[in-house]
């Protein structure tokens, strides 16, 4: 694809970026709403994070639009207000369903929500920056062990999804 024909949709390079980010979120976004039909805290919240997670080659693509997307949002102030505005949402719905556990009884007293909201974007973050630059570092089994071994760790229940989450082997 030439530059020329991209220049009668986008506006500039940034532009492309942006919206190639803002797509792959929506994509993770999708792919989740699809299955949470009737699931609600941890075990939603697992939805969530294995969409998020750099778990196979559509994911890790996502992955590598993020990772070009954070180079140039890097002194950017627009990107990083766009950056920052997607990161809030998808903080946002982490927290609700871990305040959904909370209200089910499905997470543990001492948790701190803000604290495992960041936890969670940390796993994320890392895991997708892993795939990228160090695809054999962090295999999808891996990936899936550290979330769940955080969602049982915060759970009530020893499944990493909550009382309705999978099963442990």
């Not at 559509?58 to 990107?79: K, P």
């Not at 062990?145 to 999978?166: M, N």
Request: charged content about 30%; overall charge neutral; some cysteine.
């Amino acid at each position: 694809v030439s530059t020329g024909v991209l220049a009668h949709y986008f506006t500039d390079r940034d532009d492309i970026l942006a919206s190639a980010m803002v797509m792959a979120h929506r994509g993770v976004r999708n792919r989740a709403d699809a299955q949470l039909a009737g699931v609600h805290g941890l075990a939603a919240l697992r939805v969530i994070m294995m969409e998020s997670l750099p778990l196979d080659d559509q994911r890790v693509l996502e992955a590598r639009i993020e990772a070009c997307f954070w180079g140039e949002a890097v002194g950017n102030e627009r990107m990083m207000k766009l950056q920052n505005a997607e990161v809030d949402g998808f903080c946002q719905r982490v927290r609700d369903r871990l305040v959904e556990a909370e209200r089910t009884g499905d997470l543990q007293r001492r948790v701190d929500v803000d604290d495992t909201v960041d936890e969670l974007l940390a796993l994320m973050d890392g895991c997708s920056i892993q795939a990228v630059l160090n695809p054999g570092r962090m295999p999808a089994d891996r990936q899936v062990a550290r979330l769940d071994a955080i969602l049982r760790r915060i759970g009530t229940s020893d499944r990493p999804g909550g009382k309705s989450g999978p099963r442990r082997r």
